[in-house]
């Protein structure tokens, strides 16, 4: 049987004067570190980015500085795409 629970002590900060702050969250938030299927290649990431102009995810979490190691690469390819055209242009 598994246990769910996370097996790291609680985050310290960096800063001692936000020790107070850090201490008033109850939980941590954590995903899994291993992949359930096959990783994206980054040209397949770069074109549903691309695609994705309803929510705009990718652009949205760099605009609130939420970055990956990856982003920079994305953001380079995603540059040298094509735009994709309109549906009225097809």
């Known amino acids: ?18 020790l107070t702050e850090l201490n008033t969250f109850d ?3 954590a995903t899994a570190t291993i992949p359930t299927r096959p990783r994206l290649s980054i040209n ?3 074109n549903k980015i691309k695609n994705d ?3 705009r995810y990718f652009y949205n979490n760099i605009e609130n ?3 990956t190691a990856e982003d920079f690469k994305l953001l ?3 540059s040298c795409l094509p735009e ?7």
């Open 1 to 18: 049987k598994r246990n769910l629970s996370l097996n790291f002590p609680w985050p310290q900060p960096i800063e001692n004067k936000k």
């Open 27 to 29: 939980l941590l938030l």
């Open 44 to 46: 397949d990431i770069s």
């Open 53 to 55: 102009t309803q929510r």
């Open 65 to 67: 500085g939420i970055i």
């Open 76 to 78: 380079k390819l995603i």
């Open 84 to 90: 994709k055209p309109k549906q009225h242009e097809l």
